[in-house]
């Protein structure tokens, strides 16, 4: 074959393989951005997601079939090429995956069906979308990381104009004393815990600096609207470590103290400003009593359900429902905000201690060799999931932390403008790399 016919083809295999890269990248935007947006509210329009009764295909989130279904076809449609780290992570994931299904059939025999639901489209999900982003090159993760922030940076837009206006875009089915933004989230207190975890990756993006100041921005005062008062202290605290310990470019120590000495400054003003403002717009109402109020008691309380129970029931677990008519009419709590008496209650103790060593070594595993704004983010999610029901109810959080670890792990890609698949222009074909 001549040299211009085998460039020829090797220009057209290249062509081919990025329309399937970005064909890909489409059908996994879609599939995350159902799982991230679509809410138990709307769910529960269609079908009984979380209501009671209903078949068991009911309680599975309409994402997390996008997800598991588009994920064989990611991975057996063309070959995938792992590099270093990634092969150990491709292999913590299968790990990770296979020890949390077979929790499903266990869950069965049981007879807590029912909770099997929250396990599939919390935590094994979050492993088939891990899966799924190895699968995809580099340019691709982290524009599907782009991608979610900027929904996490629309959903702080949309509970802020909520906050100020009293009305919500999307249902809420809740009845609370005071009105508390949802934007994109599902709850108020995941919209301030999404906002807050989220600003740690926003360093990590290829964004000019002025945008990144402006996401920042925008996150804390969505984070401030959503009520979320744990979640706000640590994203005040997480801004301020970012700011203070995350390395600068192109500037020498010396330089770089002096550049963030002047920073701090400004940022301590301006945070002082913009707080004046957030409380002379009632968006910090909820501080007006400190936060060891009812909410905080009611999270130390449910902690006393493991004296109203029986020892078997503390090692062998329970049903769900007879856990939470004790809390009724017991404890008199409407709701078990406690994601380790959820987890140990419904698992058994020793099912349950092994069951939250695995999510935590999976997390771990995934920031070895990330950049410390991930540690930073992931922290915070974290420590504001013990404010929330995050780990112990069907919420996405989790799949958006295993996106965003994934996406980041590797540094800015550079390209010129126009497109995320830079490698259109290549002239050789090239397996999909991840890093």
């Not at 969505?222 to 979320?228: D, K, Q, T």
């Amino acid at each position: 074959m001549s040299y211009p016919a085998a460039a020829s083809e090797r220009s057209s295999q290249a062509r081919r393989q990025n329309a399937l890269s970005l064909l890909f990248f489409l059908c996994a935007a879609l599939a995350f951005l159902l799982r991230f947006t679509v809410s138990p509210q709307i769910m529960n329009m269609v079908v009984d997601y979380t209501a009671d009764g209903g078949s068991f295909y009911e309680k599975l989130h309409v994402g997390t079939y996008a997800i598991f279904l588009l994920l064989p076809i990611v991975l057996f449609s063309r070959p995938f090429l792992l590099q270093g780290d990634e092969i150990g992570i491709f292999k913590a994931l299968l790990l990770y995956s296979a020890v949390i299904f077979a929790l499903v059939p266990y869950l069965f025999i049981t007879g807590r069906a029912g909770s099997s639901g929250f396990i599939i489209d919390t935590y094994l999900v979050a492993g088939a979308a891990g899966l799924l982003m190895l699968a995809l090159n580099a340019q691709v993760r982290r524009a599907l990381g782009d991608l979610v922030l900027g929904m996490v940076v629309l959903s702080a837009v949309m509970g802020t104009i909520e906050a100020v206006t009293q009305h919500r875009f999307l249902p809420y089915g809740l009845n609370e004393l005071q009105f508390r933004p949802i934007g994109l989230s599902a709850h108020p207190l995941a919209l301030g815990a999404l906002c807050a975890t989220v600003i740690g990756f926003v360093p990590l993006t290829n964004w000019r600096i002025w945008v990144r100041v402006l996401a920042i921005f925008v996150l804390l005062v969505g984070c401030a609207a959503s009520g979320a008062r744990a979640a706000l202290l640590l994203a005040a605290a997480e801004t301020l470590i970012l700011l203070m310990f995350v390395p600068w470019p192109r500037l020498s120590l010396k330089h770089q103290r002096q550049a963030k000495s002047v920073v701090l400054l400004f940022a301590v003003a301006g945070g002082a400003v913009l707080v004046a403002i957030l409380f002379s717009g009632g968006l910090l109402n909820r501080f007006g009593n400190t936060i060891f109020d009812e909410n905080f008691m009611a999270r130390v309380t449910i902690y006393q359900v493991f004296g109203l129970v029986s020892w078997k029931d503390i090692l062998f677990g329970m049903n769900v429902d007879d856990l939470l008519a004790i809390v009724n009419e017991k404890l008199h709590l409407p709701y078990i905000e406690s994601a380790p008496v959820v987890i140990i209650m419904l698992f058994g103790l020793p099912i349950a201690a092994l069951f939250i060593v695995l999510v935590f070594w999976f997390i771990f595993r995934l920031l070895r060799g990330a950049p410390l704004p991930a540690w930073i983010g992931t922290m915070t999610f974290l420590l504001a999931a013990l404010s929330n029901n995050a780990l112990s109810s069907k919420s996405p959080e989790i799949t958006i932390i295993v996106v965003l670890l994934l996406a980041y792990r590797n540094a800015p890609f550079r390209s010129g403008p126009g497109s995320i698949l830079s490698a259109a222009a290549a002239s050789e074909p090239k397996l999909d790399r991840l890093g």
